[in-house]
């Protein structure tokens, strides 16, 4: 039989031949066509009055997110510790300390009540997650920063298309970090971008973004270099090469195929499970939600039993996440309550899930599923 992976690439014949055509400029570093990503980025996304830098990594653009926000030594920065290792190492990258707050068993998303008993005087941020791209409780999170004069930034790196009343998420609001990483719903191969409200944000990102030097973005993107450029302060080699970008220019064509056959099937996937007293499902019917994984909630506690009972079928799956505080470099950080953290751990379980996805391999996942389940029933 052959296996299911969690992941599958969608890369097809154009994205060779947008890769070729990068090749062809002869421009291989940050250029027009990184430019081009960045326009088709705010396209997308619908941006008006708001900005796109692009970045070559997720992770880099949280890091650049911060130091943009000014977050420093002798700064608190609150994410949830239900996240990717990679907001937490930005924010230590920078100097200032990690708190980890709890999640609310809603959407999995940070629950803002326990987030305000962490802030002190010395908190300058917050990053909520969209898990799995669903939207977290995101009018709560910017009451939360309004009252507290924090700034937000917002990790929206699963959540790249999804909207919340009728607006994608990154096109209002503060800061907005995405990634094009391998497995995201769009890729350039790695990649990241973060969205601002101002030109002159954009500036400092530009030269947080390649060694603090400034003037060379301009003439990067007309495929040159600037031979008189200063240095005006701190920057990392964070850019994203016209040869990424053009495998990111080829994808974001797709990404309103990829999104409506993501949709289907975990609108699929909700219907066939949603009887199962065992499981929950996602809340949610996925119609404003653009699904970079389909997670969902094993209530019996026979999850390992059913990961083996899949994996005899030949289908992968993933467990998003082993949370943050649990791992040895950040086990001393501070954090607040995690009860419904270290109750979701155990219980979440991600399917696989495939822009365009193999009919045969969504019903064969649903059958391992239901299945599992069935056989519970008789023993
Ligand atoms: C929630 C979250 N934040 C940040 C990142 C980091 O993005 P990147 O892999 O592009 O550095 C990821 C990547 O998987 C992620 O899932």
Known sequence: MEKIPV?????????????????????????????EFEERISKFLELKNR?????????????????????GPGDEVITPSFNYVADHQAIKMTGAKVVMCDISDENLGIDCKKAEEL???????????????????????FELAKKYKLRIIEDAMHAFGTSIDNKKIGSYGDITCFSFDPVKIITSIDGGCVIVNTKEEVEKLHRLRLLGVDKDTTERYKNKRAWDYDVLGEGYRYHLTN?????????????????????????????????????KIPKTNFSNVSP????????????????????????????????????????????????????????????????????????????GVTSFFNNLKKD
């Open 7 to 35: 992941f599958i690439p969608n890369i097809g014949e154009d994205t060779k031949l947008h890769v070729n055509d990068a090749l062809d400029i002869g421009w291989l570093g940050m250029g027009s066509t990184t430019m």
């Open 119 to 141: 802030i002190t005087e010395k908190t300058k941020a917050i990053i909520p997650l969209h898990f799995a791209g669903i939207p977290c409780n995101q009018k709560e999170v």
């Open 243 to 279: 040869i990424m970008a053009s495998i990111g220019n080829s994808q974001i064509k797709k990404i309103d195929e990829f999104i409506v056959s993501r949709q289907k099937v975990c609108q699929k996937y909700n219907k066939a499970f949603q009887n199962i007293s065992e499981i």
């Open 51 to 71: 900005y796109v830098v692009t970045t070559n990594t997720g992770t880099s653009a949280l890091h650049i997110a911060l130091k943009l926000a000014d977050i």
């Open 292 to 367: 970079f994984i389909y997670s969902l909630r094993i209530l019996n506690g026979k999850r390992e039993d059913l990961i083996k009972h899949l994996q005899s079928l030949d289908i992968d799956v993933g467990i998003h996440f082993i949370p943050v505080h649990k791992h040895k470099f950040f086990q001393n950080s501070k954090r607040g309550d995690m009860a419904i953290t270290e109750k979701v751990v155990k219980q979440v379980l991600t399917l696989p899930l495939h822009s365009n996805m193999k009919d045969e391999f969504v019903n064969r996942i649903i059958n």
